[in-house]
């Protein structure tokens, strides 16, 4: 059998054990998705609204599209890391040294005020500390991460291409509507703040292809920033080098 060539194999009475399977019936729809005619907008749309009925819902419907456009799992950064252990740790330290940094650094450089106005009703109040770590862990770290640097890294990878100038369309293109989604709520330093993480992770994004790190980084900022906010340490923490 092994001297047999393709033509040989193809004329007996066993069918080939590689040969292709049929596609399945549903193979149409899921090309639709993952594509940009009016199915795969319409599901841009839904996930752009989802958080309107809590969060993350956005996120969770990026995990439905994934699954019935049958896009793979790496395709939006949903990569098994090669250590958990140093994913997390690794995260967790990012995230807090990256918060001190563009809270004692880079926002008093761009004017911002210290006090984050729109968190502020934290300060001391623990009552609103579940609902405020449930919003940082499973609205910015998990769903904000699946969104932004998951699904649409993957939307603008396939309308723009893979090469150098299109991921750094990519990679500006997110960063900017993530800046502009904070802007409503926190404002003009927070859009400024927002933008620059995006760019950040972004950049870890394009060069790992992977976002549990970014996720739990993620977390760990927002956390960071609850923790000062709750502690009334913004003014303190924002005037470390610049007083």
Known sequence: MADES???????????????????????????LRGFGVLGLLAVVLILL???LFLPFS??????????????WRDIGYVRPRSWLLTVVGGVAMG???KFTMKAVVMPLLGADPINHAYHYLAGNRAALPGAIYLM????????????????FERFGK????????LTA???????GFGAAHYSMQGLAGAEQATIVGLVFGVIRVMTGRIPFLM??????????????????????AHLVFR
């Open 6 to 32: 393709p033509r040989q194999l193809e004329r007996g009475s066993k069918p080939i054990a590689d040969a292709p399977a049929a596609p399945p019936s549903d193979d149409g729809f899921a090309r639709d």
């Open 216 to 237: 739990v980084a993620h977390a760990a900022f927002d956390l960071t920033a609850v923790a000062m906010i709750y502690w009334d340490l913004e003014t303190r923490v």
């Open 137 to 152: 862990i499973a609205g910015a770290g998990f769903g904000e991460e699946t969104m932004f640097r998951g699904y649409f």
């Open 96 to 98: 807090i040294a990256f």
């Open 159 to 166: 309308l723009l291409g893979t090469g150098t100038a299109a």
């Open 59 to 72: 996120a969770i419907l990026v995990l439905v599209w994934v699954r019935l456009s049958r896009t793979p």
């Open 50 to 52: 989802g958080n309107a």
């Open 170 to 176: 990519t990679v500006l293109i997110v960063s900017l």
